[in-house]
């Protein structure tokens, strides 16, 4: 009950965002577009509560607004590694022939720090959404992979796996309905905190000024701006910061929280209480 | 020596509080090996942990009762008097010899270790006390064993070491908590038979606590039978053996595999599982189980009660009552074995 | 223990196989013809194919590889096309830099995480325990370029104890040295810390739990001992692994510290490269660092090997 309404909060965050920035347009008081050279990095106001920037446009609204890229290179980021990851992590587990290739391949790639490894794909691409989402993706994807190959490893010995082997079952069905619905969980948890630490580096790669071009607002372009004001306005630094921090959190919590409601004996009071019962039989004895 | 009077060990678990010792009292003087014997799950590592107040607090606490050590109520203690008595006065064997060594330090290290927490002593003085103890225990060219790390000894040599730093400070009691149930029957023998020759040398009082009842007639002269965090029967190795006077006690018996007795006859076990002990049955907590149980057992609670001068027992069946029970179901089970063959 | 170092020795080739290819492919991945790419727009046909000469373009793919690799094997990994310099030269001038900023970040990592972790152990049953979880995942969610941007601002401007930009080689004095890598060092270590200090609190419960920590509770020993001695020396080995990955947290984010406090290091030189497009650079720095993170991959396994007398004994 409790990891539930734990999972709640951050969910409804992450929803509210999303629709705030989505719809952002239809309700932002002040545009984030118009420049007032009047009006040029002003402290956070009743009229614009997160101050204004060097060319005088509302930092709020523009906080609010580069949520959109930053959410969709995280969501894009998260869903493609998942999905290359799990497809490459399937084959490496199942088929013992692919395994030594596949894994030598993940293996070479992790052999890069990821943002190294972002920013050497970035180097040669050039940065763009586009670039960035593929960059991220490459360095993400070999994680999932890992992950998903040790659990297909796991699921592949039980017995119910084997008797559909046995019984002629064709092995991508075998993948599909028997291993696939087995490891959705450690998945969707990895998913999850790829999202984040996706968040985390676009928002880095735009800071270097390698990342998303400086004209699409994004939390990192708009910290890359602020860098140089950072006496006269120090705002203009720490709100998007503030937002790169609640999203991540939300997200790192989300990952915990599902981690915790898939596995029984997982973290945090659960595993307290089983460390708790493991003592008692110890002692009990 | 030691004393323990009515002591409680309860402990707190999210699903409710579990009476793992529920008002035991016993004593032991120098040079007397009392043994402890139940099945697992009747509490007494629970009570071993507590005589050294080794559990766990929490979840374990202790509601009521006294534990005294030469006048001194160790559960009134603080920490740090608690800890000059730990391993100086009362030391303890543990069950599992595989993993109670710390596996990335060296058996010379822990030795000493336990010497020069107690003993004002140089490094060089304290090596060789742990040599000493190593050939006390049997320990074949100890200076060299010293450098060696646990993963290098077997389990029975691994237990000899572990005798070897509970018995560092010369403690006045060894409480051995089922110190060979991990271990091979020969080594078993072994084992055993080094603790009575450590007791002969230096009067070490010895408290055993095993399920096995072979290795309690082996070693104890006093026999606490225990059940579900109590005491159900107490008194000498012969009158536990052969006037058995409590229906549990008489079930371990019979649980016993027997040399003398011929090949075929089968091992009796206990039926039932041991009670659960956050949620106790009515009456005797063994009528579930107990093959002598009446309607006057689901409500009556017995207390144990002297049946001579140090024998005790709790149950409501006299004595003839007892014997004539046990008759009953011995023939039934000759017959039942008959017609098996 | 020689066995286990043959087979992890042997077991980096295929890893450094594919570090190359990738590296390799950094300047084949690029849209269009990458001579023309560096030279820009307006360059002379003659300029572009002097360079693709120059740079081996114009030969097939296998051929350039193997060609680059040879170079690379013999410790020529090309000249800047912005510098001229060559590269292997220009990694040397900067590695110092980088070099003495993951040391201090190190260290500042250990000396906060492991007093942290067994603070949190010794306290594990009061509310410290579940703060600790909480601020360790506050602490992952942190960027560390807008820390830094934070931190210049607290003990760089408006308190200003620290330098807020630039390095002095160690050479110049040990004091200067450290003053001007303690903040940088500070963000590069905030992430580790709450990464190293959650896994050693994990792995020193699980000690916790362990029968030879009762045996020594058993000996008399006091509490501090039991946790130092006993629960954190057998916690301290599966951690040792994590040490791979926080020199990789460290080896990236090493990249942003750099450029934030203009410390004149690889991760510096790397952006500057993107920028200038200088191709050679890019991936004489990247091919470097993939090579030092393998490494210390290694070191880090071997240690681990020994420090456990399971294994070292084997």
Not at chain 1, 256 to 279: E, N, S, T
Not at chain 2, 73 to 93: P, S
Not at chain 2, 223 to 242: A, C, D, H, T
Not at chain 3, 202 to 231: C, F, I, W
Request: hydrophobic residues 45%; proline residues 6%; charged residues 20%.
């Amino acid at each position: 009950m409790l990891s539930r309404k734990r999972n709640l909060i951050p969910f409804v965050f992450l929803i509210l965002l999303f629709v705030a920035t989505i719809t952002a347009e239809w309700w932002l008081p002040v545009s984030p577009s118009v420049m007032d050279s009047g009006l040029r990095l002003m402290a956070p106001s009743s009229e614009n509560w997160f101050g204004t920037d060097h060319f005088g446009r509302d930092l709020f609204g523009q906080t609010i607004v580069a949520a959109r890229v930053s959410l969709l290179v995280g969501f894009t980021v998260a869903l493609l590694s998942t999905v290359l990851g799990t497809i490459t992590g399937l084959l490496a587990g199942y088929y013992k022939r692919l395994d030594s290739i596949i894994m030598r391949i993940i293996d070479g790639m992790l052999a890069f720090p990821s943002l190294l490894l972002a920013l050497a794909l970035v180097a040669a691409l050039g940065g763009s959404v586009t670039n960035i989402i593929i960059a991220l993706t490459f360095s993400f994807w070999p994680v999932i992979t890992r992950v998903v190959r040790s659990s297909v490893l796991q699921v592949k010995t039980i017995q119910y796996v084997e008797a559909a082997k046995t019984s002629g079952v064709k092995d991508p069905v075998i993948l599909a309905r028997y291993i696939l619905p087995n490891i959705l969980s450690p998945i969707i948890v990895q998913g999850t905190f790829i999202f984040a630490r996706s968040i985390l580096a676009e928002a880095a790669l735009s800071f270097l000024g390698v990342g998303v071009e400086p004209s699409i607002p994004t939390w990192g372009n708009m910290l890359q701006e602020s860098q140089i004001y950072i006496t006269l306005a120090p705002w203009f630094s720490i709100f998007p910061g503030i937002f790169i921090v609640m999203t991540v959190l939300a997200l790192n919590l989300l990952g915990d929280g599902l981690r915790d409601a898939f596995d029984p004996y997982a973290k945090g009071k659960k595993k307290a209480r089983k460390r708790l019962f493991k003592q008692k039989k110890q002692y009990a004895s | 020596m030691l004393e323990i009077n009515n002591l409680k060990a309860y402990i707190d678990t999210p699903d409710g509080i579990v009476k793992a010792v529920d008002g035991v009292s016993f004593s032991i003087k120098a040079g007397e090996t009392i043994g402890i014997v139940g099945e697992s799950g009747s509490g007494k590592s629970v009570l071993a942990h507590s005589l050294m107040q080794l559990n766990p607090k929490p979840p374990v606490f202790y509601p009521q009762g006294e534990i005294l050590f030469e006048g001194k109520n160790l559960l009134q203690l603080k920490e740090k008097e608690l800890r000059k008595i730990r391993g100086n006065e009362i030391a303890m064997v543990y069950q599992d010899p595989m993993s109670s060594l710390n596996p990335v330090l060296k058996i010379g290290d822990q030795l000493m270790e336990a010497i020069l927490t107690h003993n004002p002593m140089t490094k060089s003085e304290a090596r060789q006390r742990a040599i000493e103890l190593l050939t006390d225990v049997g320990i074949p060219d100890p200076k060299k064993r010293l450098n060696a790390y646990p993963h290098q000894f077997s389990g029975g040599m691994r237990q000899r070491v572990l005798i070897a730093i509970a018995l560092a400070c010369n403690p006045k009691v060894l409480i051995a908590d089922e110190p060979t149930t991990a271990l091979d029957v020969t080594i078993q023998a072994q084992i055993l038979e080094l603790m009575k020759r450590i007791q002969e040398k230096y009067g070490t009082a010895i408290i055993i606590i095993s399920h096995d009842l072979g290795v309690i007639a082996q070693m104890a002269e006093k026999v606490l039978v225990m059940y579900s965090g109590r005491i159900v029967e107490k008194g000498n190795v012969e009158e536990i053996f052969y006037q058995t006077a409590m229906p549990y006690t008489w079930s371990l018996l019979r649980s016993l595999p027997r040399i003398d007795s011929e090949a075929h006859e089968r091992l009796l076990s206990i039926e039932g599982q041991p009670p659960n002990l956050m949620n106790p049955p009515s009456g005797c907590n063994f009528h579930p189980r107990c093959p002598f149980a009446t309607e006057q057992c689901k409500l009556v609670d017995p207390e144990l009660t002297e049946r001579s001068a140090d024998h005790a027992a709790a149950c409501i069946l006299s004595e003839a009552e007892f014997e004539e029970a046990k008759k009953r179901i011995e023939t039934k089970d000759q017959e039942r074995g008959q017609g098996h063959d | 223990m020689l066995h286990y170092t043959l087979r992890r020795l042997v077991a980096i080739i295929p890893v450094l196989f594919i570090v190359s290819i990738i590296v390799f492919m950094i300047i084949h991945l690029t849209p269009g013809n990458p001579a023309f790419l560096i030279l820009g727009e307006d360059s002379s046909p003659e300029a572009v194919e002097q360079l693709e000469q120059q740079l081996g373009l114009d030969k097939p793919k296998v051929v350039q590889y193997v060609d680059w690799v040879g170079n690379i094997v013999t410790g020529d990994l090309g000249a800047s096309i912005y510098s001229e310099q060559p590269v292997s030269e220009i990694i040397g001038e900067r590695i110092g830099a980088t070099f003495s900023l993951m040391v201090v970040a190190m260290l500042i990592t250990l000396l906060i995480a492991i007093p942290t972790a067994i603070f949190i152990v010794w306290k594990r049953n009061t509310v410290m325990d579940p703060l600790f979880l909480s601020g360790s995942l506050l602490g992952t969610s942190i960027p560390e370029f807008w820390l830094a941007l934070l931190l210049v601002l607290g003990l760089g401007v408006a308190i200003p104890i620290f330098p807020v930009a630039g390095y002095v080689p160690i050479s110049e004095g040990i004091g200067d040295w450290l003053h001007h890598l303690l903040l940088p060092g500070l963000v590069l270590a905030f992430v580790e810390i709450g990464l190293i200090a959650r896994m050693l609190r994990d792995s020193m419960l699980e000690s916790l739990n362990q029968d030879y920590t009762k045996t020594a509770r058993g000996k008399g020993v006091k509490e501090s001992t039991v946790l130092v001695r006993h629960v954190l020396a057998n916690a301290l080995i599966p951690t040792t692994t994590v040490i791979g990955l926080t020199v990789a947290g460290l080896l990236g984010g090493t990249v942003i510290a750099e450029t934030i406090f203009t410390i004149p290091g690889i991760g510096q030189l790397l952006i500057d490269s993107i920028h200038r497009r200088d191709y050679p650079v890019i991936q004489g720095v990247v091919l470097f660092i993939a090579c030092v993170y393998v490494l210390v991959n290694l070191i880090v396994d071997l240690l681990y090997a020994f420090l456990d007398p399971r294994i070292r004994y084997d």
